[in-house]
């Protein structure tokens, strides 16, 4: 009988390889490229632990290649997905009876097989069908992954030992439950780690899921779900179901065992997903938690003592590292007229040094966006520019789909603080500036503050310290996630707590216990030692 009350201690975060020339990763890293190239597979549904091929089929190609197939997956039907329900709330009684650490157990060993066996399955994998570059993959589907998995043990010990004060008279506990029903979790095309996270944050503290995966996400997010079958995770708990969103959203959020929503995606559908769980309220057995991260518009705001060159290089990658598809990449920047003309001449320097193209040739910077409707979208922007009196393109504006979704990292420069993409999510690989006068730094920090419905990660770049608070304060809730001197891109798990609020999302903080808290529904439970026996007290005697 194990009675030993487990503490899984707090992990180091994963070691980045460098995939440097000639090294052994890069090697293992490139065969495994050549071998998901070669080799086209084909992607069930996983429900209940069982592959399930649909016959209604699409086709998963590189962003890079668009005529190159990786993959053909399954779609889920009505019938699908309600099996998928029925199957996560099968799994439910065991899988939450199951002690927690034996729980924990399963994420901790999907973590080492990640880190050991299968990092270079997952990274080409997210490099082919993502569009990212190595460095990107292996920061994203290897280390974010495998942190999340080792982290979030750690936090469940965390909150599983905080327990309530007991006295002489009675005993009391905290059973941290997992929510009643099932959890609907939405994941992106450009994290593996959010598809990951999403749901065996979830799992992890005794809940089932019905996972709808992004479906230009669908190579990597399916290796993910063998691994986790291979580590020992029961049949159910996990049910991968790709497919369209409407069909499967309308099934799952009419449910009655709907227990709540994981979801990471654009501010519309978040929003649309809420709406119909507040109309469908009467027919749930309980309230559907709510987490979700959606947009940004985020932000890196100079004062005029700030080191140009490290204010560019921040720029630079900030904007155009993974194309600019990250929710917390920088579209919009604010620099002092003091310090402009340095820093246009090392931003122009840097932009004429990246190489732009496929993600087989590890000295490319910039790869492709995710698809034809992310670069349609992302070129109109750009276009607008052309007939605009207050913006101008100083570097890149051009667009290539002939092979691959290619877009050159843009620089806008504009006049006027409220132009469309200094106001607008874009999602691609656009940066624009307004520079401003000196002595107008408080008022563009309060410009700054207001114009984006966002909050969700932005950077202030100074050297005076009076500044750097001032801005801070300032941009308070401008930001979940703010840094001083540094890009607003890079959170790591257990060091920057990630997510915003306003129209960011619901700010429950992956990568700390705030998002797993979400997760349980606390009882308390008091034992009484002696039960009273009269029911008059001492004063009235």
């Given at each position: 009988?194990?009675?030993?009350?487990?503490?899984?201690?707090?992990?180091?975060?994963?070691?980045?390889?460098?995939?440097?020339?000639?090294?052994?990763?890069?090697?293992?890293?490139?065969?495994?490229?050549?071998?998901?190239?070669?080799?086209?597979?084909?992607?069930?549904?996983?429900?209940?632990?069982?592959?399930?091929?649909?016959?209604?089929?699409?086709?998963?190609?590189?962003?890079?290649?668009?005529?190159?197939?990786?993959?053909?997956?399954?779609?889920?039907?009505?019938?699908?997905?309600?099996?998928?329900?029925?199957?996560?709330?099968?799994?439910?009684?065991?899988?939450?009876?199951?002690?927690?650490?034996?729980?924990?157990?399963?994420?901790?060993?999907?973590?080492?097989?990640?880190?050991?066996?299968?990092?270079?399955?997952?990274?080409?994998?997210?490099?082919?069908?993502?569009?990212?570059?190595?460095?990107?993959?292996?920061?994203?589907?290897?280390?974010?992954?495998?942190?999340?998995?080792?982290?979030?043990?750690?936090?469940?010990?965390?909150?599983?030992?905080?327990?309530?004060?007991?006295?002489?008279?009675?005993?009391?506990?905290?059973?941290?439950?997992?929510?009643?029903?099932?959890?609907?979790?939405?994941?992106?095309?450009?994290?593996?780690?959010?598809?990951?996270?999403?749901?065996?944050?979830?799992?992890?503290?005794?809940?089932?899921?019905?996972?709808?995966?992004?479906?230009?996400?669908?190579?990597?997010?399916?290796?993910?779900m063998k691994i986790l079958k291979e580590a020992g995770l029961p049949d159910g708990v996990i049910?991968?179901?790709?497919?369209?969103?409407?069909?499967?959203?309308?099934?799952?959020?009419?449910?009655?065992?709907?227990?709540?929503?994981?979801?990471?995606?654009?501010?519309?559908?978040?929003?649309?997903?809420?709406?119909?769980?507040?109309?469908?309220?009467?027919?749930?057995?309980?309230?559907?938690?709510?987490?979700?991260?959606?947009?940004?518009?985020?932000?890196?705001?100079?004062?005029?003592?700030?080191?140009?060159?490290?204010?560019?290089?921040?720029?630079?990658?900030?904007?155009?590292?993974?194309?600019?598809?990250?929710?917390?990449?920088?579209s919009r920047a604010y620099i002092p007229r003091s310090i402009w003309n340095e820093t246009k001449?090392?931003?122009?320097?840097?932009?004429?040094?990246?190489?732009?193209?496929?993600?087989?040739?590890?000295?490319?910077?910039?790869?492709?966006?995710?698809?034809?409707?992310?670069?349609?979208g992302i070129m109109k922007y750009i276009e607008k520019v052309a007939t605009a009196s207050t913006?101008?393109?100083?570097?890149?504006?051009?667009?290539?789909?002939?092979?691959?979704?290619?877009?050159?990292?843009?620089?806008?420069?504009?006049?006027?603080?409220?132009?469309?993409?200094?106001?607008?999510?874009?999602?691609?690989?656009?940066?624009?500036?307004?520079?401003?006068?000196?002595?107008?730094?408080?008022?563009?920090?309060?410009?700054?503050?207001?114009?984006?419905?966002?909050?969700?990660?932005?950077?202030?770049?100074?050297?005076?310290?009076?500044?750097?608070?001032?801005?801070?304060?300032?941009?308070?809730?401008?930001?979940?996630?703010?840094?001083?001197?540094?890009?607003?891109?890079?959170?790591?798990?257990?060091?920057?707590?990630?997510?915003?609020?306003?129209?960011?999302?619901?700010?429950?903080?992956?990568?700390?216990?705030?998002?797993?808290?979400?997760?349980?529904?606390?009882?308390?439970?008091?034992?009484?030692?002696?039960?009273?026996?009269?029911?008059?007290?001492?004063?009235?005697?």
């Open positions: 009988m194990n009675n030993a009350i487990y503490n899984f201690r707090e992990p180091a975060n994963e070691q980045i390889m460098s995939y440097l020339p000639g090294s052994a990763e890069r090697v293992s890293l490139e065969k495994e490229v050549k071998r998901q190239l070669e080799n086209p597979i084909e992607i069930p549904l996983i429900i209940g632990g069982k592959e399930i091929f649909t016959g209604k089929t699409g086709k998963i190609k590189m962003p890079t290649d668009h005529d190159h197939v990786l993959a053909i997956y399954h779609m889920a039907t009505e019938k699908e997905v309600k099996m998928a329900i029925e199957a996560a709330l099968e799994a439910k009684e065991a899988w939450m009876t199951l002690a927690w650490m034996e729980r924990a157990a399963i994420m901790i060993r999907a973590a080492e097989l990640i880190s050991k066996k299968y990092r270079f399955v997952i990274n080409a994998a997210t490099m082919l069908g993502q569009g990212k570059n190595a460095y990107q993959a292996e920061i994203d589907s290897a280390c974010e992954v495998i942190d999340y998995l080792r982290f979030n043990s750690h936090f469940a010990t965390m909150i599983y030992r905080e327990q309530p004060v007991s006295d002489n008279q009675n005993i009391n506990r905290i059973e941290y439950r997992p929510l009643e029903g099932f959890v609907y979790t939405i994941t992106p095309f450009n994290f593996t780690a959010i598809a990951s996270n999403l749901n065996t944050s979830v799992a992890l503290m005794g809940n089932t899921t019905v996972w709808k995966p992004a479906t230009t996400a669908l190579l990597s997010n399916y290796y993910l049910n991968f179901v790709p497919g369209s969103g409407s069909l499967i959203s309308s099934i799952v959020l009419d449910h009655i065992e709907l227990a709540g929503i994981h979801f990471t995606g654009s501010n519309k559908t978040f929003n649309s997903l809420w709406k119909q769980i507040t109309d469908n309220l009467p027919k749930y057995k309980s309230y559907p938690k709510i987490v979700g991260e959606t947009g940004g518009k985020d932000f890196i705001f100079a004062h005029n003592s700030a080191n140009s060159l490290e204010l560019a290089t921040a720029i630079i990658r900030g904007a155009f590292e993974y194309q600019g598809q990250k929710c917390s990449a920088a001449k090392h931003l122009l320097r840097m932009c004429s040094e990246i190489k732009t193209g496929d993600v087989t040739d590890l000295g490319n910077f910039v790869n492709a966006v995710i698809d034809e409707g992310a670069f349609d913006a101008s393109i100083i570097a890149g504006g051009h667009g290539d789909k002939s092979k691959g979704y290619f877009i050159e990292p843009t620089i806008i420069v504009t006049d006027d603080p409220h132009f469309i993409t200094m106001e607008e999510e874009i999602f691609g690989p656009v940066m624009t500036i307004y520079v401003y006068d000196d002595n107008k730094y408080d008022e563009t920090l309060k410009l700054c503050d207001s114009t984006s419905p966002y909050g969700l990660t932005g950077s202030i770049f100074s050297n005076d310290k009076y500044a750097m608070i001032q801005a801070c304060r300032t941009l308070r809730y401008a930001a979940g996630n703010f840094y001083i001197n540094d890009k607003p891109t890079g959170a790591m798990v257990g060091q920057q707590p990630f997510g915003g609020a306003r129209a960011s999302g619901t700010n429950d903080k992956a990568g700390s216990y705030l998002n797993l808290i979400r997760w349980v529904s606390p009882r308390t439970v008091k034992e009484t030692l002696i039960p009273a026996t009269d029911f008059r007290y001492p004063y009235m005697v």
